[in-house]
């Protein structure tokens, strides 16, 4: 009797252990093959960022800034994927089995870490120098408006000066049919009305124009401080993961 006991628990010991054996392994097979799901997702999202990075330099325009601008951004915006990429890619579990072929393509994006590390360290410099390209443009720009608006001005005030006292008289009329209300009975009160509402507008005009200016250069400034930040802090961790994936460019 007691040597059939022994027998059933050494029996039931047995069973257990290859029961845990099985499990183990299949649990082993699952985080490889998980594993091979998660590099593969890695590879299609690297290959799909550095798509839209070649279309978006497919029609460069390095002359101009708010072509740069613009491009900068969208490399600085979506550099998430690239680093979202890499991680799925480089991402391996103690059991997995890294295949020669394998490693001579992790060797080679290895070194692309690297290189886009730099290339990210580089972009906030070009986002800063840009931007100060932009709002110098758009001060040139806002100046020539107002230069213009003031030289309307001043010519219609010259043609207003200049006329006879005949095309004044028309103009009177038409000026007293029009606004009816207003109180001008001569000329020289019409030149002097028409005369301040025109520098009225130009003012108004060059109000607005500043204005404008500066809600530009406060988007600017916000963007090229978020840019110049984003892209300094990918190039950062750009340059970790070439450091931590010293493994994969080492001769086996």
Request: glycine fraction near 4%; proline fraction near 1%; aromatic fraction near 10%.
């Amino acid at each position: 009797m007691l040597k059939y006991r022994l027998w059933r628990i050494k029996k039931s010991f047995s069973t257990q252990t290859n029961s845990n054996l099985q499990y183990k392994k299949l649990s082993i097979q699952v985080e490889q093959e998980s594993t091979k799901i998660v590099n593969l997702v890695g590879y299609i999202i690297l290959a799909v960022v550095l798509i839209n990075y070649a279309f978006l330099l497919v029609s460069a325009q390095f002359f101009n800034s708010n072509w740069v601008h613009s491009t900068t951004g969208n490399l600085v915006e979506n550099g998430w994927g690239i680093l979202l990429g890499f991680l799925f890619i480089f991402y391996r579990r103690d059991q997995d089995i890294v295949k020669p072929k394998e490693i001579i393509v992790l060797k080679v994006i290895s070194w692309l870490t690297l290189l886009m590390g730099i290339g990210y360290f580089l972009l906030a410099p070009l986002v800063i120098g840009n931007a100060f390209r932009i709002h110098r443009a758009a001060k040139a720009q806002v100046l020539t408006q107002v230069n213009a608006a003031s030289s309307q001005v001043e010519l219609y005030s010259q043609q207003l000066d200049n006329a006879t006292d005949q095309q004044l008289a028309v103009m009177l009329k038409k000026y007293q049919q029009q606004a009816p209300g207003l109180d001008i009975n001569s000329g020289q009160q019409l030149k002097e009305t028409l005369s301040g509402k025109a520098q009225e507008k130009q003012q108004q005009a060059k109000k607005a124009l500043q204005k404008q200016l500066k809600v530009q250069q406060k988007s600017l400034f916000k963007t090229t401080a978020k840019w110049s930040m984003i892209a300094t802090l990918t190039g950062m961790c750009l340059m970790l993961i070439w450091k931590y994936t010293a493994w994969a460019r080492v001769k086996y």
